[in-house]
């Protein structure tokens, strides 16, 4: 996929009048005919859904002509909302978690919420994610770039990382950069996160924040606290509509990130049978005593797939990851309720 065509990315709203037009000039001759995948459903007055592609062949994507009307809300979506709202400010909870942001979106019908959705966190080994993106940015027009070999050329100390990998990077030994991607991910290996860092220009990871309009302004804030859990969530939500990637690089990423080796969050929120294509992020400041963990991606609940990022930060991490376990179930809850 070339630039140009990378750059539809940003007309999709223009697409979505285009579309709307159509539907009403020759809406009277399509209704009785449309069944099964359709390409405009439940337009009522200004409302709008998601048109959705559809396409079996896929298992983890669902390519999107993406509408931004409004879609109406769910009579429950406020309630567990509220209810999220009174789990954060919990007495119990208060000693162990200072601030918690939270963003929910039906990936079919478009609706969402949100709790303190704008409030910024350190983004920890969520960066992992736009990096992977980058190159395969790049290998959609030059595929060999993920055989080029990488050495790991130092005694790496993974002491720092609190959720460490389970398999470690050997010195001495090259390692392909679609191996590094994979650690990457799955095990959030940080010295293949800076392998695969030092070898990529820095401007196409910079490139993929601009494209998708996350702000990066804040990056040399000495707290660390540079991004939002609703920004954050734009990345899963482009891989699952297949609307930066190709489709072939969009299903790899997800596929490859339901692999991730991090139970105690959203995992551990739903029944052991749902598969879950998420990131992870653990940070500890020394100064403060101060750790967030952070859990983002998409819940594949039969044919009702929904995205769903927690944000905390806090003293204790397995309060944290109870937390970000307790949301969602609480929102696994909600959307089983409303499915039936």
Not at 106 to 122: H, K, R
């Amino acid at each position: 996929m070339n630039a140009n065509n990378h750059s539809v990315f940003y007309f999709l709203k223009n697409k979505c009048h285009i579309l709307l037009m159509s539907v009403l000039i020759v809406g009277v001759f399509l209704i009785g005919f449309l069944v099964g995948d359709k390409y405009m459903q439940d337009f009522s007055g200004s409302e709008m859904r998601e048109s959705k592609l559809g396409n079996s062949s896929y298992r983890y994507i669902n390519p999107l002509l993406e509408c931004d009307f409004k879609a109406s809300p769910n009579k429950n979506m406020g309630v567990v909302r509220n209810n999220i709202e009174k789990l954060i400010n919990k007495d119990s909870y208060k000693k162990d978690i200072s601030t918690a942001s939270v963003y929910y979106r039906d990936l079919n019908n478009g609706p969402w919420f949100g709790v303190n959705e704008e409030a910024d966190f350190s983004p920890a080994s969520l960066v992992k994610v736009p990096v992977m993106m980058a190159y395969y940015y790049e290998a959609e027009n030059n595929p060999a770039i993920l055989d080029k070999e990488i050495l790991a050329n130092e005694d790496y100390d993974y002491s720092e990382q609190n959720i460490a990998p389970e398999n470690k990077l050997e010195k001495g030994k090259k390692y392909k950069i679609s191996d590094l991607i994979e650690r990457m991910l799955v095990y959030s290996d940080n010295y293949a996160y800076y392998l695969l860092l030092n070898n990529i220009d820095g401007k196409k990871i910079e490139k993929i924040y601009d494209d998708l309009g996350i702000s990066l302004a804040k990056v040399d804030d000495p707290s660390g606290n540079i991004l939002s859990v609703k920004s954050y969530s734009s990345l899963f939500r482009v891989l699952f509509n297949s609307s930066y990637l190709n489709k072939y690089y969009s299903e790899k990423a997800l596929s490859m990130l339901t692999k991730t080796k991090f139970y105690d969050g959203l995992v551990a929120g739903t029944p052991a049978n749902i598969e879950i294509s998420h990131k992870f992020g653990e940070r500890r400041f020394l100064e403060t005593g101060e750790v967030q963990l952070h859990d983002c991606g998409i819940v594949y609940y039969s044919d009702r797939p929904y995205l769903l990022c927690v944000m905390s930060r806090g003293k204790d991490l397995d309060k944290l990851a109870s937390f970000i376990k307790d949301v969602s179930n609480m929102v696994f809850d909600y959307v089983k309720l409303n499915n039936k």
